[in-house]
């Protein structure tokens, strides 16, 4: 089993920028790529970014590439997401994943297997 809690949330401005964590336990995240969603209020579930195990190839979503940017420490058994440039549509609950099966570059809800709580990040105009 894999526990997943995210932290770094919180009201910022537009233009402005937030870090999120995402901090495991129970098991070492550097076997498996990892994962951001995000879901706004009366939306789905959406892909945000995802970093594979190793750290060196990363993939975004159109709508936050050159924004937003994934990283990972494995030592310290943590992904990061650094949000530059906020917008008031980036306003969501933002949650980690991990991916078990899936070692690449997974960018499909279904290819995640354990999942954070989720971190309210909330952009004012």
């Known amino acids: 089993q894999v526990q997943l809690v995210e932290s770094g949330g919180g009201l910022v401005q537009a233009g402005g920028s937030l870090r999120l964590s995402c901090a495991a336990s129970?098991?070492?995240?550097?076997?498996?790529?990892m994962g951001w969603f995000r879901q706004a209020p009366g939306k789905e579930r959406e892909f945000v970014a995802t970093?594979?195990?190793?750290?060196?190839?990363?993939v975004y979503a159109d709508s936050v590439k050159g924004r937003f940017t994934i990283s990972r420490d494995n030592a310290k058994n943590t992904v990061f997401l650094q949000m530059n440039t906020l917008k008031p549509e980036d306003t969501a609950v933002y949650s980690c994943?991990?991916?078990?099966?899936?070692?690449?570059?997974?960018?499909?809800?279904?290819?995640?297997?354990?999942w954070g709580q989720g971190t309210q990040v909330t952009v004012s105009s």
């Open positions: 970093v594979k195990w190793s750290g060196d190839n990363t």
């Open positions: 129970g098991r070492t995240l550097s076997v498996y790529a």
């Open positions: 994943a991990a991916a078990t099966r899936v070692r690449d570059l997974p960018t499909r809800i279904r290819d995640f297997d354990y």
